[in-house]
Structure formats: structure tokens, C-alpha cells
């Protein structure tokens, strides 16, 4: 499976024969989601689907008021779980972007 976002150190995460690796263990596996900017109510889950020869696409409700539910969803291989950023670390991300590439400010004012 592989954990890509959000996450303190993104990649794959093994998962061997015969082991349950539940969404919350990979997580833990990849350091954690970050605290200030993931967002874990629009956490993503995309698998491939044999029989429909497509990938499907859950979007989870992966907040920690959640983490002691009994109903652990678990992950197989090449499972992609994405914990994208939150609305208000894109929106600086691209206002970043904005200022870095549109407005010629020299470098040595914008770090």
C-alpha cells in the first residue's frame, strides 16, 4: 500500500501475506498526519477494482474522533491512501505561488 500526502514521511507501506494493515496502522507507519495542515475529513482511498478493471475512490472520515471505532478499515496491497492538505494551507500555497512567480520581489525578501 502506499500513503501519500499530508503525512510526515510519505510511501509505501509493506504489507505481507496474511497481515491486516489497517488504515490507521499505515498511517502511524508513515510518521502521522500533519497536525496544521492535513486534512483528515477528506481523507482519500483509491483501489483497483478486478472485476470492474477500474480504480475506485472512497473519500473517508479519517478524524481522530473516529480512531476507537470497531469498524477499522483495512488496506490491501496497492492500496493508495491520500490525506490531502486542508482548504487553508492550499489557499497559501497558491497565494505563495502567486507572489514567488507574478510580483519581482528579489530573492532576498522572500524566503
Request: no cysteine; proline share 9%; glycine share 8%.
Amino acid at each position: 500500500a502506499f500513503v501519500v500526502g499530508e503525512v510526515a514521511a510519505p510511501g509505501p507501506v509493506p504489507i505481507t501475506p496474511g497481515q491486516e494493515l489497517t488504515l490507521l496502522q499505515a498511517m502511524a507507519l508513515v510518521g502521522g498526519p500533519s497536525n496544521d495542515t492535513s486534512w483528515l475529513g477528506n481523507t482519500h482511498l483509491v483501489r483497483w477494482d478486478p472485476e470492474s478493471q477500474t480504480q475506485q475512490t472512497w473519500v473517508l472520515d479519517a478524524r481522530t474522533r473516529w480512531w476507537g471505532s470497531t469498524d477499522a478499515i483495512l488496506l490491501q496491497p496497492n492500496d493508495v491512501l491520500y490525506i490531502p492538505n486542508t482548504r487553508v494551507d492550499r489557499a497559501g500555497i497558491q497565494l505563495d505561488m502567486w507572489l514567488r512567480r507574478m510580483i519581482p520581489f528579489p530573492r532576498i525578501f522572500i524566503q
